[in-house]
């Protein structure tokens, strides 16, 4: 949940939702798919094909009745709206198995997110390179990110030390954090913070699973 | 985005709430906290007040006016709504970065999900410990999982190979799919899937950072 805004007109199940639609219109595009339905769009993204078509009007007119989405022009036009057509530099702390994965994830290039810093406290780890990536120390945070102009932190820290790693995030000119440990972080009301959480994504799934589980259960 | 079910009754967003309410009344309880208010509830999980009401009202009636929610029992209610009130064993495929950083979360085992297997097709990595669990080959998937009665499959693997794995895991009997490669899984209906991505985590927080600094452009 980012903190920042209060967005008035778009409701933010609608802001949830852009990324999956891009994701799938970048896919299809590179695929060399010209055009989708939203039938198809709606297959990819398991969102039910009206939700979609009320999701883009949000922004304005996209696709044509019986031709659907120009897939390279939709995607083009989501970036925009996200603000996904330029890079963004991000900041990777803690050089741990998640912040390695992160650094290596090849999902955030296509999106123009650049990890340009990675920062750990082991002094084993510092100047060693990763994926790419000279591990800086932790006590330079500041100065690099500020240097650098870098815009996004990942938290990817234990949570003993997380509040203490956003502090500086935040007092370096981070504008966006992504809390990737199991601490509460507070952040300025300025920076935006993003709390994820591997077992969301399980307690979500598991949700529908006894759900689905108990009406076999009943049906019996 | 989970397949398995239509949940009819419950809105899709009020289930992606319940494991933030979760994870916060948790927090509290082990503060010690024994009530909190909604107003706080809404503090930590960045969700408003009345949409919290309004959210916990479609499973009963929880809390007290002017007093608040009872952290330890609403807690206990909605793990017996999610399901997490009993161990779920987890598969993890995959030992990379990723994938070892799974297994020594600490925040699954919060929640009953217990990595009961890691798997991965590296000679060198066959065979060795991490964080307590060896790691298993590839080819023992079905046996192991079956045997286990392992419901819950994670894939930390390279794309191109997360459709061959989601395909061994779904003949194993696994029942739900959390993907985390960039590929495109397709599963059967019978089987749970949610597809997640550190990028699209990035987008959803850019969006509002992008929107933030047009309208403090617009105001100078």
Redesign the interface.
């Known amino acids: 949940?980012?903190?920042?805004?209060q967005?008035q007109v778009t409701p933010h199940?609608v802001?949830?939702r852009?990324?999956?639609y891009?994701?799938?219109l970048i896919?299809l595009r590179n695929e060399g798919c010209g055009t989708v339905s939203s039938a198809r769009l709606s297959e990819?993204?398991?969102?039910n094909p009206a939700q979609i078509r009320r999701d883009l009007a949000h922004f304005g007119h996209f696709g044509l009745r019986g031709v659907g989405y120009d897939t390279g022009k939709l995607a083009r036009e989501i970036q925009q709206?996200?603000?996904?057509d330029r890079e963004?530099l991000?900041a990777v702390v803690g050089a741990?198995?998640?912040g390695?994965?992160?650094v290596?994830?090849?999902?955030?290039r296509?999106?123009g997110?650049v990890v340009d810093a990675l920062f750990d406290n082991d002094s084993d780890k510092i100047g060693t390179t990763i994926a790419g990536i000279v591990v800086s120390d932790v006590a330079d945070i500041e100065e690099i990110v500020a240097q650098r102009g870098i815009?996004?932190g990942v938290l990817a820290v234990p949570?003993d030390v997380a509040q203490a790693v956003a502090d500086r995030l935040c007092a370096a000119g981070i504008?966006?954090i992504?809390n990737y440990s199991?601490a509460?972080v507070v952040v300025p009301e300025t920076v935006?913070l993003?709390n994820?959480?591997?077992?969301?994504?399980?307690?979500?799934?598991?949700?529908?699973?006894?759900?689905?589980e108990g009406m076999a259960g009943a049906k019996r």
Chains 1, 2 share one sequence.
């Open positions: 949940m980012p903190s920042v805004q967005d199940g802001i949830e852009l990324p999956l891009l994701n799938s896919h990819l993204t398991e969102v709206i996200i603000g996904a963004q991000v741990g198995h998640l390695c994965a992160m290596q994830y090849d999902g955030l296509t999106h997110f815009r996004f949570a504008r966006a992504i199991t509460f935006a993003h994820t959480d591997p077992a969301r994504e399980l307690l979500h799934t598991l949700y529908y699973l006894t759900k689905s």
